[in-house]
């Protein structure tokens, strides 16, 4: 009984690994060549494709694996790594990946907390979007094409290159990648007034599972208004976005309070449940709350951080914290004017006075092991909550 489940097991064992050797079968010729093949272009795309005898294949997989989770010898690694340098290399990844049965991820930033842009369960290739990067910003247009590798840091970077009146709403942390980003949504410090990175895209590039190069015009509105926000990886490769840039004032004021349980913590998180969505859309506070060990001895206790950007100059924010939120006690020396691309970078957590250029620092040095989930609450949480 014992052997007949045992070769039962095997059996069962053979037949699920059968479409793997099949897929094995095909040599890295193989596909290298249909590369070439559809990309017209042969010696250039050679030189884009990495497998791991490549020296440089582990550094080129591991630079953007954000969640150290998933940094290690045992995660699942792709039999090959296509750089695209122009549209007709992802057309072609598209093409020969579906040719010769692997599956495709596509990768931007890497931030997925799940790491879903760089594994997979079965034989597959990433196609790494690092080097289409390029962003250009139309100043007199108020608009900007940007490659989905680019960063948002360098997205951020890039406008205030050109104008100090002219922002984008996206994330907080600058290495976020543009093509997850805008796939999912995309909130940071201009929310309230501006909404989503996603509700300001007007156009896009993107290549479908045919290998067919659409535009917004082409792919139709109903394509156009899952890609903003339906979540990346599902419905085709964007490689690129036209966004709608919005307006900053030259001066914003930033402060971060911090209140400990002793200081009455739990009264004004209440209190800004109940005012900060009724705030003027020039206000954005957000709320961190986490614990912290105060005195000498470390007690434990807990700490709220608001944290904020103004859209304006320190002496109109106090006095609209004064009328709508007079419990934090907000005063000119917690406070700070600064242009708005200081503000990004402040929001990044870098000291003040970094140079602007760390926003163009690609590698991340927030990397960390997490399992992070999010939630929305609809109603506040009372004070005993
Ligand atoms: C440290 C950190 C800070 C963050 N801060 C914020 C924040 O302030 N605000 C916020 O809204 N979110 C934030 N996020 C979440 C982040 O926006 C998402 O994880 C986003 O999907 C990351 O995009 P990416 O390109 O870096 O990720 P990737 O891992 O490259 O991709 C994410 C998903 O999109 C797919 N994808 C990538 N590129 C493309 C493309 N060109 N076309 C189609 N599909 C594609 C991937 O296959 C994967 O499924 C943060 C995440 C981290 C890790
Ligand atoms: C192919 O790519 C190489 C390297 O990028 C370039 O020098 C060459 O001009 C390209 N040839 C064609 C036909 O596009
Ligand atoms: C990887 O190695 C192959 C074989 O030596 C080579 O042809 C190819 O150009 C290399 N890829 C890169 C990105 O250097
Ligand atoms: C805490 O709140 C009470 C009552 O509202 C107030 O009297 C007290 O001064 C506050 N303490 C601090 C440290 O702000
Ligand atoms: C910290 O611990 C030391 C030694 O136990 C004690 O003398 C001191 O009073 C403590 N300080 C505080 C702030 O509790
Ligand atoms: C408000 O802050 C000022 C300066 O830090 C402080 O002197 C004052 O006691 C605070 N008031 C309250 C009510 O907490
Ligand atoms: C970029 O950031 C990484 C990680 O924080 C750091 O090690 C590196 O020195 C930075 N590079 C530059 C040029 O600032
Ligand atoms: C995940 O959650 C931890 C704990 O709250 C937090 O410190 C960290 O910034 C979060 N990471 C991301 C990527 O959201």
């Not at 495709?104 to 597959?124: A, I, K, N």
């Not at 020396?333 to 926003?359: H, K, N, R």
Request: with cysteine; net charge negative.
């Amino acid at each position: 009984m014992a052997n007949f489940t045992l070769h039962h097991l095997l059996l069962c064992l053979l037949l699920f690994a059968a479409p793997l050797v099949a897929f094995a079968t095909s040599t890295p010729d193989d596909f290298l060549q249909c590369l070439s093949l559809h990309s017209g272009n042969a010696s250039a795309i050679s030189k884009l494709v990495y497998t791991p005898i490549n020296s440089s294949y582990s550094s080129v997989l591991d630079i953007t694996i954000e969640n150290l989770r998933f940094l290690t010898p045992s995660a699942p690694k792709p039999n090959y790594i296509v750089t695209p340098l122009d549209v007709s290399h992802v057309q072609a990844a598209i093409i020969c990946s579906q040719q010769y049965g692997l599956q495709m991820r596509t990768r931007s930033g890497g931030h997925d907390y799940e790491g879903l842009s760089y594994l997979s369960e079965v034989p597959f290739v990433i196609l790494d979007m690092a080097n289409l990067r390029s962003i250009s910003v139309d100043v007199e247009d108020k608009t900007a094409w940007v490659q989905s590798g680019a960063t948002v840091g360098e997205l951020y970077y890039r406008i205030a290159e050109k104008s100090k009146t002219l922002g984008f709403p996206a994330g907080l942390c600058p290495t976020v990648g543009v093509g997850g980003h805008f796939s999912g949504g995309g909130y940071g410090t201009l929310l309230r007034k501006y909404g989503l990175a996603a509700d300001n895209v007007i156009d896009a590039q993107l290549v479908d599972a045919q290998g067919r190069l659409l535009d917004r015009e082409s792919m139709g509105e109903d394509l156009f208004w899952a890609i903003r926000g339906g979540g990346g990886g599902s419905f085709g490769v964007v490689v690129s976005w036209k966004v709608k840039l919005v307006p900053v004032p030259s001066t914003v004021t930033v402060f971060t309070i911090l209140r400990t349980l002793e200081q009455n913590a739990t009264k004004l998180v209440h209190q800004w449940q109940l005012v900060a969505n009724k705030l003027p859309d020039d206000l954005f506070i957000r709320l961190i709350l986490q614990s912290y060990n105060s005195g000498p001895n470390g007690t434990r206790t807990m700490q709220a951080i608001f944290q904020t950007l103004y859209l304006g100059g320190v002496d109109s924010l106090l006095e609209v914290t004064r009328s709508s939120f007079p419990e934090l006690n907000v005063t000119r020396q917690d406070c700070t004017e600064m242009s708005w691309i200081e503000s990004v970078v402040y929001f990044a957590g870098f000291p003040s006075g970094t140079p602007l250029e760390i926003l163009l620092n690609r590698s991340s040095n927030t990397k960390t092991f997490f399992k992070n989930k999010s939630d929305y609450v609809r109603e506040p949480i009372p004070e005993s909550g």
